[in-house]
């Protein structure tokens, strides 16, 4: 993959830390922003090596959301046809997969959040497993105050988050939401008294999670996004399922036996994808 300009990744201890790395720019959502996550994403989830991925950001905010520029020129959304007008629907279709990627991804992603979550960084850490925040982050609908409808998952994924007399009292309005009052919600986890301590909280969690089998980090994150979608009843056929597919006695013996030993344990790598298209068959 080619050198990132809008992030750094590193991996380490089997922990992805992804961090937004325009801070002179708010790490607003450029179209680069958007190829080079869908591609990181990509590479994160064929690999197998990380278990957990941390998404962070440089600078005061988070993320000041879509870029002024990104509707600007070549994919500009053109509205003076149907022709046109449909044609938004593929491109809102390519923005929204990419942080469906997270969603998606074989291993939790935890997002650690500071300053301003605005706009579009709103529907990407809704895509997140969990989410920590500074004391002075906040959360905003930003798309009202511009005149258009949020439009990438904030507002299919928000009320499965936090009431919906939240959700439609943020997005007829576009006011700010303050972290404690995200927590009381349970849009955050944790609220953090600095970026600092959120980004180590975040880390520390990631280490946990990391100490546990892949596989069955995977299966229970299949697991409750199935049952958050799914009537009781579907769901836990589902369950039989997956745990049927992904049981190992192998996997339960270690866990105890460390446990008994007071040692980490020791568990094999989720296997690496590969694509059909690449087998060179």
């Known amino acids: 993959m080619n050198p990132l300009t809008c992030f750094q990744l590193s991996i380490t201890d089997h922990i992805a830390h992804l961090v937004l790395s325009r801070p002179e720019a708010m790490n607003t959502m450029n179209p680069t922003f958007w190829r080079e996550l869908d591609a990181v994403l990509t590479q994160i989830h064929q690999a197998g090596e990380a278990r957990v991925l941390v998404i962070s950001s440089s600078g005061k905010h988070f993320s000041a959301g879509m870029a002024l520029e990104t509707f600007a020129g070549a994919i500009a959304m053109d509205d003076q046809s149907p022709e046109g007008r449909a044609a938004i629907f593929d491109l809102l279709s390519d923005m929204q997969a990419t942080f469906t990627k997270l969603e998606n991804l074989r291993i939790p992603v935890i997002a650690s959040i500071q300053g301003g979550c605005i706009g579009g960084a709103v529907d990407m850490v809704t895509a997140c497993c969990i989410r920590y925040a500074s004391a002075e982050a906040f959360f905003c609908i930003q798309e009202i105050n511009i005149g258009m409808v949020a439009d990438v ?65 995977w299966g229970t994150k299949q697991a409750i996004h199935y049952a958050r979608d799914h009537p009781v009843d579907d ?47």
């Open 153 to 217: 998952g904030t507002i299919q994924r928000l009320p499965k988050l936090v009431p919906l007399a939240v959700v439609k009292e943020l997005a007829y309005t576009g006011r700010r939401l303050s972290a404690q009052k995200a927590l009381g919600y349970g849009l955050v986890n944790e609220v953090f008294a600095s970026q600092e301590a959120m980004l180590a909280g975040a880390l520390q969690c990631a280490a946990e999670i990391a100490s546990k089998p892949p596989v069955a980090i």
């Open 235 to 281: 769901a836990l056929k589902q369950m039989g399922w997956l745990q049927g597919a992904i049981w190992s006695n192998q996997h339960v013996r270690e866990a105890v036996s460390a446990m008994k030993d007071k040692r980490p344990a020791s568990f094999p790598a989720l296997s690496a994808l590969k694509n059909f298209s690449d087998s060179g068959l």
